[in-house]
């Protein structure tokens, strides 16, 4: 049966007739509410009946809520493509998004439960995307993809290191940045291979000039860098003092080199269409991230520390997210591949929240302000996504005449 076949056959909700569907329009409601929910319960507003402290179950959400969501979405829709088979729709997606929306209601509601079920509950659905992806690749012979697989694994084991850690100190700094990690880890993959292509696919019919430089030994050794750089940011809480000069030299050498790798992608060229120019912003996220760690390290900044994670989470993790969520659906549900005025401005609120986060982590002085601003963009920036691309996600594809 073809994959279109299998489609076909699935006579159930759109919603669950492709994995970007049911992944993209959740995790983007979560990634709204997340934040909507925890600025008040932070300051004392409200509360959740969770065993987490607020910034605890924060940070949980998204690394370990948000983020495998739509690291779900994109790998039940791409890996059919890479590997040739199936892809998992109807029931058995149906049963994947249960997982992790389960996991969600339980860390939500964890105060009173053992730490041993709130952890198997969190970690049944990254265990079974792995499964059911690994068994995909593998079967497939798809080797290319392997580091993709052991990614995900990463992120897995990110997460049960999460519950040790809460269990053991209260708190997951080690766990959370592990995450962070591998997700950028991921971006530098992926984003590696998605932001040149689609480049080069919007650039080539529009006439000569400049191409994005092709995959070469250049982006491996940036992407080498980059991982080792991040392995180094991980542990430097626990390094000697003396190491941290070091590490910031590392940082600091991994935020040139993947820099260089963005202009060699001709992100200039781009800005006559914005549904590919937020891939070059977004990666731009990356280097500045290095660069802000390696001044926190140098410097002992604590600011410039807080903003590397934000420039991470928020520009890095939160943009890209958003391109690749709203590319990926208007091309799969038949919409031209062009981002109209209402779509920039889901792109604009999060450079908003990416922006006053920063200011508020480099200027204490206006904090209150900025984080504000920052929230607000962000649950705005979500809420607009789901307002315009929920239809699309939970409807058919529309004829001709109506797209």
């Known amino acids: 049966m073809s994959t279109m076949s299998q489609q076909r056959a699935w006579q159930g909700m759109t919603l669950f007739s492709f994995g970007f569907r049911p992944f993209f329009l959740f995790g983007s409601l979560h990634a709204g509410l997340m934040v909507a929910l925890w600025v008040p319960w932070h300051l004392g507003v409200i509360s959740l009946p969770s065993a987490f402290e607020p910034v605890v ?11 495998p969501a739509i690291v779900a979405g994109f790998l039940l ?61 593998v079967a497939a012979g798809n080797k290319r993809n392997y580091v993709v697989l052991a990614g995900v694994g990463l992120l897995t ?50 006439g000569p000039g400049r191409l994005p430089v092709p995959f070469n030994t250049f982006d491996k050794a940036a992407m080498g860098l980059g991982i080792v750089a991040l392995a180094g940011w991980v542990l430097a809480p626990i390094a000697p003092a003396s190491i941290a000069p070091v590490l910031a030299l590392l940082l600091l050498a991994a935020g040139i080199a993947h820099l260089a790798r963005l202009i060699r992608w001709v992100p200039w ?18 280097p500045l991230g290095f660069a802000l760690a390696a001044f926190g390290l140098w410097q002992g900044d604590h600011g410039a520390a807080t903003g ?53 982590a480099l200027h204490p002085d206006v904090s209150v302000t900025a984080l504000s601003v920052a929230g ?22 529309p004829d001709a005449a109506n797209r």
């Open 157 to 206: 084991l990110a997460q049960a290191l999460f519950h040790i850690e809460v269990a053991m100190t209260g708190d997951a700094l080690y766990a959370d940045h592990m995450a962070l990690a591998v997700t950028l880890a991921l971006i530098t993959l992926i984003g590696g291979r998605i932001v040149p292509s689609f480049t080069t696919n919007w650039l080539r019919p529009r």
């Open 57 to 67: 179950w924060h940070a949980h959400e998204l690394l370990f809520g948000y983020v």
């Open 308 to 360: 590397a994670t934000h420039a991470w989470t928020i520009g890095a993790v939160g943009l890209m997210t958003l391109a690749v969520m709203t590319r990926a659906t208007r091309g799969h549900t038949g919409r031209p591949l062009t981002a109209p005025a209402s779509t920039v401005a889901i792109y604009a609120l999060i450079l908003i929240a990416a922006s006053a986060r920063l200011l508020a």
């Open 269 to 286: 060229r781009t800005f006559a269409e914005p549904l590919v120019t937020v891939l070059h912003a977004a990666y731009l996220f990356v």
């Open 77 to 137: 829709t791409a890996v059919p493509n890479w590997t040739g088979r199936l892809p998992v729709v109807g029931k058995p997606l149906i049963a994947l998004f249960a997982l992790w929306l389960a996991a969600r209601v339980l860390i939500a509601s964890s105060a009173g439960l053992p730490p041993l079920v709130v952890a198997v509950g969190a970690l049944a659905f990254p265990v079974a995307l792995l499964v059911a992806m690994g068994r995909e690749i």
């Open 376 to 397: 607000v963009a962000w649950v705005a920036a979500f809420a607009l996504f789901a307002a315009l691309y929920g239809p699309m996600l939970a409807g058919r594809k």
